[in-house]
């Protein structure tokens, strides 16, 4: 996934089907295709001769697409799998990680010719490039470290042990610090990029894929794949001081500077999250609920002691960029309500607007049935006059019901014992009732008989 700075699109490889999907970076509309090679992945922008580079992982290419025309203008040979790419702003040349081939593939931008060819470690899965000493450093998924190449001499120049499987990389120019995601440990290790050292880890969410940096602010982002979130650190603390819900199974993210725009490709649900990265000073939260009867007042309360109401589906207002922890509640006290999704009790506010959806059901109060005088073991029902039908082989029988009164009978399983009919009434707490089954007289005690619904209770007839 890439920002074009030129035309203001952005390209989002389509691994699946062979193509990129060109969005408006504007108004996040996808406004046209275009064929490349087979399984694309990585996508890389040139500022220098405005073309976009398309990493086929499949075909082991790489497509050049002319970024003002979106027209495929060459094909690249390069090494087997490529995984990622990486530009230098010095040399204008690119460097492709080629996974299975354990090298990378250096490319001059001026004539799209593959120059040279870099050994690194095993597996190479990201590569990143830090513009103020000219080095690259490339994640070495099998062999876990980072490789770092000097981008003035193209050889390599040390090898950084980062732990098991290292896989995205970024680089943040405000603080110098190289970023690398382990999606299996659910954490990055940050390498200084002045000495080259490993300085800590940082947790994050579940399977972080990769690493972009806004370098205005120090912020650095993180997708994560399976919280269906991005992880906002603090720069400066190495802190995560958000995590922004976006689609599903969030695996690439894209950066415009200019207007602070993060772009979020969510593989799981073929859509593409737009966040104001910049943050507003104040962002709409919409709470939206389903359920209530028409014109019931209710709120949402949160923490920090501020309270909306309405008689309408939908409150609105406006928060700082934070996460904000609520409750809600109505006028209604037959109603009590749920948050659809997993977020839960919490929303977060980050640069868009931030929406969360609510259920509220009627609430429900548990009622029990005791039964005596059946045999051990025997089957029975508690048949209730809303169509309602519950059964057990226990001598108690539970279930949830809402406040109103209720009409009943009972029946077994052994067709030789009578049950008993009655009522009771759910207000607003637990219900228990004790019911009785007598052996009718008139009948012999038939152990295989049946009385359960939709079956004729048997008869028994006096021989003479």
């Known amino acids: 996934m890439a920002y074009d700075s030129g035309n203001g699109d952005v390209y989002i490889a389509n691994g699946d089907s062979g193509n990129v999907s060109v969005v408006d970076g504007a108004t996040g509309a996808v406004i046209r295709s275009i064929s490349v090679g087979s399984e694309p992945g990585a996508v890389a922008y040139d500022v220098e001769n405005g073309n976009i580079y398309v990493a086929n992982a499949g075909s082991s290419n790489l497509s050049v697409v002319n970024g003002p025309s979106d027209k495929v203008v060459g094909s690249i040979p390069v090494g087997t799998d490529p995984e990622a790419i990486a530009y230098d702003t010095i040399n204008g040349y690119l460097y492709v990680v080629n996974c299975y081939s354990f090298n ?113 602010n120090g912020i650095v982002y993180v997708p994560n794949y399976w919280s269906k979130d991005v992880a906002v650190l603090n720069g400066s603390t190495d802190q995560v001081v958000l995590d922004v819900p976006v689609g599903n199974l969030p695996d690439a993210l894209a950066y415009d500077s200019g207007s602070g725009y993060l772009f979020v490709s969510n593989g799981g649900s073929d859509s593409v999250s737009i966040i104001d990265a910049r943050g507003c000073a104040s962002c709409k939260a919409s709470f939206n609920e389903s359920g209530l009867p028409a014109r019931t007042r ?57 929406t969360k959806a609510l259920k509220f059901t009627r609430v429900t109060y548990r009622i029990t049935f005791t039964e005596s005088g059946l045999p051990s073991g025997t089957e029975w029902w508690v048949n209730l006059t809303n169509g309602r039908t519950l059964h057990s082989t226990h001598s108690t029988l539970s279930f949830g019901e809402t406040n109103a009164t209720y009409g009943y009978t009972t029946s077994s399983a052994n067709a030789s014992y009578a ?46």
């Open 104 to 216: 990378v593939s250096v490319i001059d931008g001026a004539s799209n010719a593959v120059i040279k060819w870099i050994p690194v470690g095993s597996n190479p899965a990201g590569i990143a490039f830090d513009p103020s000493n000219g080095y690259l450093y490339v994640a070495d998924r099998g062999s876990h470290n980072v490789t770092v190449i000097n981008g003035a001499t193209e050889k390599r120049v040390k090898s950084i042990p980062v732990g098991f499987d290292p896989s995205g990389i970024g680089y943040d120019s405000d603080n110098g610090y190289v970023y690398v995601t382990h999606p299996d440990r659910d954490d990055l290790t940050v390498i200084n990029g002045t000495t080259d050292s490993v300085v800590g880890t940082i947790a994050t969410g579940e399977r972080p894929d990769s690493v972009v940096a806004d370098a205005t």
């Open 298 to 354: 209710w709120w949402v309360n949160l923490t920090d002691g501020q309270s909306f109401s309405s008689l309408l589906p939908t409150i609105s207002f406006k928060e700082p960029n934070g996460t904000y922890h609520f409750s809600i509640a109505t006028t209604d006290k037959e109603y009590q309500y749920r948050a659809l999704g997993e977020s839960g009790s919490t929303v977060v506010v980050y640069g868009s607007e931030a």
């Open 419 to 464: 049950g008993e009919s009655g009522n009771f009434t759910v207000n607003g707490g637990v219900v228990a009732e004790a019911v009785q089954f007598r052996l009718d007289p008139k009948l012999p005690e038939l152990a295989g008989a049946s009385s359960f619904p939709g079956v004729s209770r048997l008869t028994a007839r006096r021989s003479t």
